[in-house]
């Protein structure tokens, strides 16, 4: 049995226990020191004690030579912002301003509820604390005044989605760490896909509340001058993202000095609101929580990609996409109808870097290359522009996981902060917004300029 045979075996087995339930970290180390155990001691006939010995060097190597980099940084510092933000009670002034200004529409709390969670996305950089966050502020003001509750734990849990897209994205940049890419370029290519995905989300709501207008009544009364007073409370968010933005596009920093900067700001406004050590403890643990969760998939995996890079797995993966006669775009949806897939058995963040060291050489493959110019490409842009392009549309795709049983994670922490909600009512109330995702990644397939715009200017 060759190398690339067994490769081929052990990652059906990752595929097995981690559908089984396995947690992506442990499943990925676990076959990742299993496979270079077995290319150490039976490929290179270095026996079983010694083979043994150099698969674990080769592997206890990845945490720190693969993590202790400036980019990683990023991830903690975005994740601070963002539940910085929550506990200084801005997110509370972000939602009441989308409120009043769009609550009129057929809808509106679940419009505005989109437009918050857009808005706090822009400072935060992780889906699930998102939903957590709005399903405490935004569901019980929609149940107060008649929405459906499934409908209202739908948008939450949807809404919650767009922090994956809308930089800072912690998703997007371990896409950057796994593929080589430009971080600063690809989360500047987030923001226009952010703003098209909120506003396919926002029409949908107001169709669904046109169509059965117990889903979800309009709410009015303001005038424009309770609608203007309720700026000055959401301003500091926005502030904060032109900080961010400036920062990254200026060339006043790195973004992960951006991302520190960032937190900075949050962190002297929290405590001018009067935040207090109970809450910024509180936001600490929880940083401290989910970035451990992320690295420890990230170890996981990058331990398994070791291994991979031994087998040759991924280049014999691109050569066989690139050799494929048929249309390149045929082949990528192709790619993408799998990410679906995996979408309903394993979280975005563990889907994408277990499957991009396969997919991401293959998908460069069927542009032309690396370093192909954009009049010699399959797809039409060059090598650098199809890696931030298909990232934006692979993050995009899962999106999708994280509102689509039996995994969705969205839904099952709304669930867990609204006890009156079960799990099956979000699914539910959530299913109308996988069709909205659809759309999305199809107008971004479709106009590729939507994410290339705001890259090429720092691409040249």
Avoid at 125 to 141: D, N, Y
Avoid at 202 to 209: D, H, K, N, R, T
């Amino acid at each position: 049995m060759t190398t690339f045979d067994t490769s081929l075996i052990l990652s059906g087995v990752l595929l097995v226990l981690v559908i089984m339930g396995m947690r992506v970290a442990f499943a990925t180390a676990l076959i990742g020191i299993l496979g270079l155990f077995i290319i150490f001691a039976f490929d290179k006939n270095m026996g079983v004690v010694k083979g043994m010995t150099v698969a674990l060097k080769a592997a206890g190597q990845v945490p720190h030579s693969k993590t202790a980099t400036n980019v990683l940084g990023l991830i903690p510092t975005f994740i601070l912002i963002g539940y910085l933000a929550y506990y200084a009670g801005l997110t509370k002034a972000l939602f009441e301003a989308a409120k009043r200004w769009v609550g009129w529409l057929p809808g509106g709390l679940g419009v505005a509820t989109v437009f918050a969670t857009a808005g706090f996305a822009a400072v935060s950089g992780a889906s699930v604390a998102t939903s957590a966050v709005f399903a405490r502020i935004a569901i019980p003001e929609m149940l107060k005044i008649g929405y459906d509750k499934r409908f209202a734990a739908g948008v939450v849990a949807a809404g919650g989605t767009l922090a994956s897209l809308i930089p800072p994205s912690a998703i997007l940049v371990i896409y950057a760490i796994i593929t080589e890419s430009s971080v600063g370029a690809l989360l500047m290519a987030g923001f226009l896909p952010g703003l098209v995905s909120a506003l396919i989300y926002g029409a949908l709501i107001v169709f669904m509340a046109k169509m059965k207008p117990d889903l979800g009544p309009p709410v009015g009364g303001y005038s424009f001058g309770q609608r203007m007073a309720s700026l000055p409370g959401a301003s500091p968010i926005f502030f904060v993202v032109g900080i961010i933005i400036l920062c990254i596009y200026g060339g006043w920093g790195t973004p992960t000095e951006a991302g520190a900067l960032g937190a900075f700001v949050v962190l002297v406004m929290a405590i001018w609101r009067g935040m207090r050590w109970k809450e910024l403890s509180a936001a600490l643990i929880e940083t401290a929580k989910l970035c451990a969760m992320i690295f420890a998939m990230i170890w996981g995996v990058l331990i398994f990609v070791r291994y991979l890079g031994f087998a040759q797995l991924p280049t014999a993966f691109a050569d066989f996409i690139g050799g494929l006669e048929q249309s390149p775009m045929l082949t990528l949806l192709m790619i993408l109808g799998v990410y679906v897939i995996l979408g309903m058995f394993m979280d975005a963040i563990g889907m994408l870097i277990l499957t991009l060291p396969v997919t991401f050489p293959a998908v460069m493959a069927l542009n032309g290359g690396d370093y192909v110019s954009a009049a010699d490409s399959a797809l039409g842009m060059s090598g650098p522009e199809c890696a931030v392009w298909f990232g934006i549309i692979v993050v995009k795709m899962a999106e999708l996981c994280l509102i689509t049983p039996p995994i969705g994670l969205n839904c099952f922490v709304v669930a867990g902060v609204r006890p009156d909600i079960s799990a099956q009512d979000v699914f539910r109330g959530a299913s109308p917004f996988f069709i909205a995702d659809v759309v999305t990644v199809a107008v971004l397939i479709a106009f590729p300029g939507i994410v290339l715009w705001l890259p090429r200017l720092i691409l040249g």
